[in-house]
């Protein structure tokens, strides 16, 4: 007989180690006036996004990250606020993938991308210890990495890319869509970076999420921005998208992708839309990977050691 | 033959890939921020012993190679074909070109267990014992007295394979070599 692997997949040191670091992060915000909040777990509407499966449990959705709740708080009048707290994304396991994952999210009234990324450096700081950080514009990283214009490169140039980097396509389904390349050479550019910490900025308008986009220059980007930690995604953040018939638009751009996709679509939050309109006040806001940070603080080559149970023994 | 998906790739899962028999050495689950997920996957390629890494989209499904690794006992080669046969009692037989041999045959003696890997039924690589014992055929004159010190001459032996071995070794004795490195190890105990 088999005996039953009931042991947590972590030493009992890490326990310490991320007790420590929770203990420091809500010392960091208690510093800067910014309020710890709560907000459902499982929720009856859920995000839309192509790319981000939710957990379905019941009819309701367990939620992938508290954005659109820390939102209406927003909208109702609440002050910079930050939350920790479980979130659950269906399928995503691997390395430094658990489908379910502690997510730090803070959201500052009146600071844009550039004053938050500072925030999220100095947090960071805190927890790994002072290292430089670079930004790097989404464009210029992948020119640099593939001598390529990504406004004006042809589906040919993409595909041969794809192909150097052993892109294998379907055989009914040769060629990789525009998305598909581009999210496949980002990949590759950021596991790149192995060492040192970027903020990739100025992300296509395309890929703007949620963020606002900027369109009074000559090459319009979305005010994102996204922390790259020796070639680990830590952390994703936006200057915010306030309009809410902008928000309402991206919400049928997505669902429709979906759709087109063959996934299941989602109804839309009009509670957030209501907020929206409402009015959210001007910020920026950032969601975090905490166990991903305490894995690089720990030195693992995975997440599945920062955390208690990984999925396999969970 | 099975279909498998790619959150279904597993280290030492046998995949067609490309019409070659691969291995899988490593499956890494990518996903840029909201981008689309891929998996990264590293094959061994059982013909050849090459590394190829491929990019998969999430989900997309690759055919289940009918591949078996299996110990058969080295019977002899026919000048053209080297012979094996199964060891579980079945006494099935079983031969391999020179391709699949390669650099085994240098370390293939009768009657030794070889593993074997055999794919739709036919041998694609032998995989040697790590250690084998094999006589010297071909060597200089030993030198007496001289046992502890370093210096080594070359040795054919029985296989025709040639080593170093230590200057006191004489034509006629049976060494005992680690196939892995092509090292002599001993002198093979009786």
Not at chain 2, 59 to 71: F, K, P, R, S
Not at chain 2, 172 to 182: F, N
């Amino acid at each position: 007989m088999s005996e039953v692997d009931w042991r947590p997949g972590c030493a009992i040191e890490t326990l310490h180690a991320r007790a420590a670091a929770l203990a420091a992060t809500r010392a960091f915000f208690a510093e800067r006036g910014v309020l710890e909040v709560n907000t459902p777990v499982l929720a009856s509407r859920t995000v839309i996004d192509p790319a981000i499966e939710s957990v379905a449990v019941g009819g309701r959705y367990l939620q992938t990250s508290p954005e659109y709740h820390m939102k209406r708080l927003l909208a109702a009048g609440a002050p910079s606020i930050y939350q920790l707290g479980p979130v659950f994304r269906q399928g995503e396991q691997g390395r430094w993938h658990n489908p379910e994952f502690l997510m730090l999210e803070w959201y500052r009234l009146g600071f844009d991308a550039e004053r938050l990324m500072l925030e999220v450096e100095e947090l960071v700081d805190v927890l790994l210890g002072p290292a430089p950080c670079q930004r790097v514009p989404y464009r210029q990283l992948l020119a640099a990495r593939f001598d390529i214009d990504i406004d004006h490169a042809s589906p040919d140039d993409l595909a041969s890319i794809c192909a150097q980097l052993g892109y294998r396509a379907d055989s009914d389904d040769a060629a990789p869509s525009a998305e598909e390349a581009l999210d496949l050479m980002l990949a590759a550019a950021l596991a790149d970076r192995a060492d040192g910490r970027t903020f990739v900025i100025q992300y296509p308008p395309n890929q703007a999420a949620l963020a606002r986009v900027t369109s009074s220059v000559d090459r319009p980007y979305a005010e994102r921005f996204e922390l790259v930690i020796d070639g680990v995604e830590i952390a994703n953040g936006y200057h915010e998208l306030t309009d809410a018939d902008e928000l309402a638009h991206r919400m049928a751009v997505d669902a429709s992708r979906r759709g087109t996709l063959g996934l299941p679509v989602p109804k839309r939050d009009e509670r957030l839309l209501a907020a929206q309109r409402h009015g959210l006040p001007s910020c920026a806001g950032v969601a975090l990977g905490f166990d991903r940070l305490l894995a690089l603080k720990l030195g693992t080559q995975g997440i599945a050691p920062a955390l208690t149970f990984d999925w396999n023994r969970a | 033959m099975a279909i498998y998906a790619t959150n279904e790739f597993r280290p030492g899962l046998k995949v067609l890939l490309e019409g070659s028999p691969c291995s899988i050495l490593e499956n890494e689950f990518v996903k840029p921020g909201k981008g689309q997920a891929f998996s990264r996957v590293k094959f061994r390629n059982l013909n050849t012993g090459r590394v190829w890494e491929r990019t998969f989209r999430s989900g997309e499904t690759i055919e289940g190679a009918d591949v078996l690794e299996t110990d058969m006992e080295y019977l002899y080669n026919d000048g053209e074909f080297w012979h094996f046969m199964k060891t579980d009692g079945s006494y099935e037989q079983f031969e391999a070109a020179a391709a699949a041999v390669g650099d085994a045959r240098q370390w293939l003696k009768e009657q030794d267990v070889c593993s074997v890997t055999l794919w739709n039924d036919s041998p694609i690589s032998i995989v040697p014992p790590n250690f084998v014992e094999l006589e010297v055929t071909e060597t200089d004159p030993g030198m007496r007295g001289d046992t502890a010190q370093g210096g080594s001459k070359p040795a054919t032996l029985s296989t025709g394979a040639v080593i170093k071995v230590p200057l006191f070794i004489e034509v006629g004795e049976t060494l005992r070599i680690d196939t892995r490195t092509g090292e002599y190890v001993s002198r093979a105990r009786d």
